[in-house]
DNA sequence: GTTCACCCTGGAGCCAGCTCCAGGTCAAGC
DNA sequence: GCTTGACCTGGAGCTGGCTCCAGGGTGAAC
């Protein structure tokens, strides 16, 4: 990453003018652009979540400012949770939203009901894990989250439990 | 798993008396028991997670009263999101548990941290996902979902967004 | 005409945590 | 003695999302 970074600035906007002027790119300059490696860059393409990226008479591939965009999408997208099977679905309703509404609708009703599912978990979990840890700090022999994991959290923990607000 | 609850039903605790009273079971006892699989439970066991368990003369594994706490263990820690590796180090703790307090602490400070982060990713992933979806019921061209998602949720759709309650 | 960075392909490998399979053994009941 | 079901082993396969590699082509600069 800093090696990716360190390299497009030892060897700077090499996006040669040409392909610069024309909004093409090669892999490279994609990769420096997006952050992600070219070899994702072409498993993207051979998994069809981009659709085959045009080339040069001699088979180098040469990107556009319309992919740059679906890889961006693609990113946002990743980070809102959704798989790449997710994403390649969405990226079919990008292209005619209108006719895709519904059913964007429910893949996004979706997705945020698993985010709440596993919100839900998580806090639970945390608080356990803070459980644990202070009666860990109030204790002087054994070792309550082993314990405590053992029987499940507070069993029989619980009388001794108001040792240090739970913050 | 309701193939696995109605094949217990049905062919009931055949757990045979004599294993039965001598603690010990076979591991498709311990699957019933468990809810885990005999593969399972064999990959637990070539991964070092389960000590090597004992055989009879033939090779049959016959499974001990704490097998079963040492897999309740494992399961209860799986569920607070401790990877198997991790298991692994806190049964070693489990077996010393005075010796090993600080270990077991910094395990667990780590994985409620790891928990925290994660959290707060979801919450932030919650909060455009509900955008969005108010967007959408409120907007009745495009698709604001994949406009979302295109301009990060919110570059632009900021003004319209008194737009229902966001719960 | 050689060097060099960059690009190409097909296919293997990696992570976790299983899951499945073929081919064989064991033990209890008829 | 035969059937049946539970068990054994080693090893392959699966999911998702990459990552790496060998072996070879391209094209601009010196």
Redesign the pocket.
């Known amino acids: 990453m800093s090696t990716a970074l360190s390299?497009s600035a030892a060897?700077g906007r090499?996006l040669?003018k040409r392909r610069d002027r024309r909004d093409e790119y090669?892999?490279?300059?994609i990769?420096r652009l997006t952050g992600?490696?070219?070899?994702?860059l072409?498993?993207y393409e051979q998994i069809k979540l981009l659709p085959a990226v045009n080339?040069?008479?001699?088979?180098?591939?040469v990107y556009t400012g319309k992919d740059i965009s679906r890889l961006n999408f693609i990113q946002r997208a990743?980070k809102m949770n959704f798989?790449?099977?997710e994403i390649g679905e969405l990226l079919k309703m990008r292209e005619d939203p209108r006719r895709a509404r519904d059913e964007v609708r429910r893949l996004t009703a979706a997705k945020l009901s698993e985010v709440e599912a596993r919100l839900n978990d998580l806090n639970i979990l945390r608080k356990e894990l803070r459980l644990l840890l202070n009666l860990c700090k109030a204790s002087d022999d054994g070792c309550p989250i082993i314990e405590g994991i053992d029987r499940k959290v507070g069993e029989k923990t619980r009388q001794r439990r108001r040792v240090k607000a739970q913050r």
């Open positions: 390299a060897k090499t040669n090669r892999i490279g300059d990769a992600l490696s070219a070899d994702t072409r498993y080339r040069t008479a001699s088979g180098i591939r990743q798989s790449l099977a």
